[in-house]
Nanobody, 123 residues
């Protein structure tokens, strides 16, 4: 599957952005989908994940209550709604797909990755 992330940009602290990740192929609903981010000089870290049906979601503590992951299997798209953004949310955001049935937060266990979209939050 090929993934294309979009929706990044420059936003002031307290603002909102919605990221999208469009997937190619007919088997989108068979993948657990995740969002990760990587800030300059730091390792890539887990942000959020959603099960195949969209029935369950998981978040890093740093974004819980501010970010919402969702998916539309009919449109082969996963979203990340980001509210109350902080300067420390500045990073390149990546979407990823995992073919296993379990939600994982480890980057190495995801099979496919999008190219990343830059989110910059100014103070």
């Amino acid at each position: 599957v090929q993934l294309q992330a979009s929706g990044g940009g420059l936003v002031q602290a307290g603002g909102s952005l919605r990221l999208s990740c469009a997937a190619s192929g007919r088997t989108f609903s068979s993948y657990v989908m995740g969002w990760f981010r990587q800030a300059p000089g730091k390792e890539r870290e887990f942000v959020a994940a959603i099960t195949r049906s969209g029935g369950s979601t998981y978040y890093a503590d740093s974004v819980k209550g501010r970010f919402t992951i969702s998916r539309d299997n009919a449109r082969n798209t996963v979203y990340l709604q980001m509210n109350s953004l902080k300067p420390e949310d500045t990073a390149v955001y990546f979407c990823a797909a995992d073919s296993s049935p379990f939600v994982v937060t480890t980057t190495t266990l995801y099979d496919y990755w999008g190219q990343g979209t830059l989110v910059t939050v100014s103070s």
